[in-house]
């Protein structure tokens, strides 16, 4: 899987949209792994914004955008990040009559990399969403002594009782799995089922800090974890990750059909 990927390697940019530097990565070793299952036990998607995003007017002129991908958690696959920043970098030089011939076509292109259809906006720079955070308990300052940097599921702990919870953590990162660089983000968890002691629960999102894994892996992974631990009877599951050659990732996992978030986190 990883021998075509072009992270961690020199490449040539394209000087104009290509679609052969598009890499895909099969979604189910991963799954695999975390007995996730197939269909998956969840549903949600993978949105992407891209912050760079330029190309030609039909006239020779620059023209800016935000691109919104949003990828369904149901593809069989999903696209690789620098293979994408690629992809999109070949814009600079290609003319495009409008915005939505841009959208339409990126549109067709990822589709055919994840194996499904995918939904894509570009919009404006100054309708951008707005800074915001979850309404939902933050983990962060929790007295707690933290020694585990290797993800375990053990770490998990649950408390007398059982109800709601909704937290979130601005303190999340991982590594990519191909290069050894740390991903910085932040993870919103709410569920309905048993409690679980919150400061186990940061412990354990703690632990990820080493730990490699692509963005929509570790979510799910996060997902799966949770889940069993609390013996859920719904959860939802949201990272947020900062951004990495002008793209952002933010993986959405749920029990039930939700929305991403409509803001942006302050680091984002």
């Given at each position: 899987?990883?021998?075509?990927?072009?992270?961690?390697?020199?490449?040539s940019?394209?000087?104009?949209?290509?679609?052969?530097?598009?890499r895909?990565?099969?979604r189910?070793?991963?799954?695999?792994?975390?007995g996730?299952g197939?269909?998956?036990?969840c549903?949600?998607?993978?949105?992407?914004?891209?912050?760079?995003?330029?190309?030609l007017?039909?006239?020779?002129?620059?023209?800016?955008?935000v691109?919104?991908?949003?990828?369904?958690?149901?593809s069989?696959?999903?696209?690789?990040?620098?293979?994408l920043?690629?992809?999109?970098?070949?814009f600079?030089?290609t003319r495009?009559?409008?915005?939505d011939?841009?959208a339409?076509?990126?549109?067709?292109?990822l589709?055919?990399?994840?194996?499904?259809?995918?939904?894509?906006?570009?919009?404006?720079?100054?309708?951008?969403p707005?800074?915001g955070?979850?309404?939902?308990?933050c983990?962060?300052?929790?007295?707690?002594?933290?020694?585990?940097?290797?993800?375990s599921?053990?770490?998990?702990?649950t408390?007398?009782?059982?109800?709601?919870?909704?937290v979130?953590?601005?303190?999340?990162?991982?590594?990519?799995?191909i290069?050894?660089?740390?991903?910085?983000?932040?993870?919103?968890?709410?569920?309905?089922?048993?409690?679980?002691?919150?400061?186990?629960?940061?412990?354990?999102?703690?632990s990820y800090?080493?730990?490699p894994?692509?963005?929509?892996?570790?979510?799910?992974?996060?997902?799966?974890?949770?889940?069993d631990?609390?013996a859920?009877?719904?959860?939802?599951v949201?990272?947020?990750?900062?951004?990495r050659?002008?793209?952002d990732?933010?993986?959405?996992?749920?029990?039930?059909?939700?929305?991403?978030?409509?803001?942006?986190l302050?680091r984002?």
């Amino acid at each position: 899987m990883t021998g075509d990927l072009p992270l961690g390697r020199p490449v040539s940019f394209p000087t104009t949209r290509d679609t052969g530097v598009l890499r895909p990565i099969d979604r189910a070793p991963a799954r695999a792994r975390i007995g996730f299952g197939d269909p998956p036990p969840c549903v949600g998607e993978d949105v992407w914004n891209a912050y760079e995003l330029t190309w030609l007017g039909p006239e020779g002129r620059p023209r800016i955008g935000v691109l919104t991908l949003r990828v369904p958690c149901a593809s069989p696959r999903m696209v690789e990040s620098k293979s994408l920043k690629l992809y999109f970098g070949g814009f600079a030089q290609t003319r495009f009559e409008s915005r939505d011939e841009v959208a339409a076509i990126v549109a067709e292109d990822l589709a055919a990399v994840v194996g499904c259809p995918v939904a894509v906006d570009v919009t404006p720079p100054h309708n951008l969403p707005a800074i915001g955070d979850w309404d939902a308990f933050c983990l962060d300052e929790l007295p707690v002594s933290l020694t585990r940097y290797e993800v375990s599921a053990t770490l998990l702990a649950t408390m007398p009782g059982a109800g709601s919870d909704s937290v979130c953590t601005h303190l999340f990162r991982s590594v990519c799995p191909i290069t050894g660089q740390p991903d910085h983000g932040a993870i919103a968890i709410a569920w309905r089922g048993r409690r679980l002691d919150r400061a186990a629960l940061l412990a354990y999102l703690v632990s990820y800090r080493t730990s490699p894994g692509f963005h929509e892996d570790t979510v799910e992974r996060i997902f799966v974890d949770v889940r069993d631990a609390a013996a859920a009877t719904s959860i939802v599951v949201e990272g947020r990750f900062l951004r990495r050659g002008g793209i952002d990732i933010n993986p959405l996992r749920s029990t039930s059909p939700r929305q991403p978030s409509s803001f942006r986190l302050p680091r984002q």
